[in-house]
């Protein structure tokens, strides 16, 4: 009897294995997958801030814009990169960590 309650609860077992994997892939992934297109968005609006603000720092002569004002929003500029790049980072690195446990499953099938 004992080697059937095994079988069953062996069962089981990969049955609530199959069930979170399930949900990773649908609950994790989707929103995840969100997250990356948004993050590649904002690093091009980023970019081309960047490049508004270089063209700011050139002008010479009749500036509309206070240099100390062109400071600041490169200040600004670079506080905003730095932490959507660290966001990029950590999205990514979720996204792997998903990926794995998916393979895992995978591979132990």
Do not use: C, W
Request: hydrophobic share 40%; charged share 20%; glycine share 6%.
């Amino acid at each position: 009897m004992s080697d059937k309650i095994l079988y069953n609860e062996s069962k089981a077992e990969q049955s609530f294995i199959t069930l979170i994997n399930a949900a990773i892939s649908h609950e994790l992934r989707n929103p995840l997958n969100s997250l990356v297109g948004q993050m590649n968005s904002m690093q091009s609006y980023l970019l081309n801030f960047g490049k508004i603000i270089y063209n700011l720092k050139k002008i010479d002569g009749d500036q509309v814009i206070s240099k100390e004002i062109v400071d600041k929003l490169d200040t600004i500029h670079e506080g905003i990169q730095g932490s959507g790049q660290k966001m990029f980072s950590a999205t990514k690195f979720i996204d792997f960590f998903v990926h794995d446990i998916l393979d895992y499953t995978i591979l132990n099938k």
